[in-house]
T-cell receptor
Framework: EAGVAQSPRYKIIEKRQSVAFWCNPI?????LYWYQQILGQGPKLLIQ????????DSQLPKDRFSAERLKGVDSTLKIQPAKLEDSAVYLC???????????????FGPGTRLTVL | LAKTTQPISMDSYEGQEVNITCSHN???????ITWYQQFPSQGPRFIIQ???TKVTNEVASLFIPADRKSSTLSLPRVSLSDTAVYYC?????????????FGSGTRLSIRP
């Protein structure tokens, strides 16, 4: 079974530029998560989708971050404009379990390491 | 925002049992407690999940007291390959507005 795919693996941009990350979840998984993991910290949930609807985006900085999951499969996360403090690894995960719940195994992709200069 | 608390780091030796505790005072009533393992440059990987009392699988055990305000991950007979960061994950808050929270992580170092 193929895992969660993410691209690119690495990205370096200058502040005020824009960047987009792509995630392809495990086939059949209805729930998709985007996390931000700053060096030395645990992952922080940015947004959770159930199919193509948003379940929780309370910690997404909506003035600069946006995410979509068209057709309930692939998802993109965009930052525009980027700030120095956005430097982090952006992790995508998927799960077959629904809801704002910690239950159910989340399968994580390898992440995209973003460096903002 | 409610949060979870874990020790920052732990050291142990091969063959020993390691116990890592996570406190989560505001865990959602109906939610599970999940533990993940993360190696450098990789995404977290599921270890074990439980709701109450004790759960055991082929790699770990999870102990959850009756009040569910903490949980302990137990790794029996650790090896060098268990060197990693371990996170607890819970949903906190009320059942209608719970939020997924990862702990800050415990960096486990295993020595020969």
């Amino acid at each position: 079974e193929a895992g969660v795919a993410q691209s690119p693996r690495y990205k370096i941009i200058e502040k005020r530029q824009s960047v987009a990350f792509w995630c392809n979840p495990i086939s059949g998984h209805a729930t998709l998560y985007w996390y931000q993991q700053i060096l030395g910290q645990g992952p922080k949930l940015l947004i959770q989708f159930q199919n193509n609807g948003v379940v929780d985006d309370s910690q997404l900085p909506k003035d600069r971050f946006s995410a979509e999951r068209l057709k309930g499969v692939d998802s993109t996360l965009k930052i525009q404009p980027a700030k120095l403090e956005d430097s982090a690894v952006y992790l995508c995960a998927s799960s077959s379990r629904p809801g704002t719940s910690g239950s159910g195994e989340q399968f994580f992709g390898p992440g995209t390491r973003l460096t903002v200069l | 925002l409610a949060k979870t608390t874990q020790p920052i780091s732990m050291d142990s030796y091969e063959g020993q049992e390691v116990n890592i505790t996570c406190s989560h005072n505001n865990i959602a009533t109906n939610d599970y407690i999940t533990w993940y393992q993360q190696f450098p440059s990789q995404g977290p990987r599921f270890i074990i999940q439980g709701y109450k009392t004790k759960v055991t699988n082929e790699v770990a055990s999870l102990f959850i007291p009756a009040d569910r305000k903490s949980s302990t991950l137990s790794l029996p007979r650790v090896s060098l390959s268990d060197t990693a960061v371990y996170y607890c994950l819970v949903a906190v808050g009320g059942s209608s507005a719970s939020k997924i929270i990862f702990g800050s992580g415990t960096r486990l170092s295993i020595r020969p």
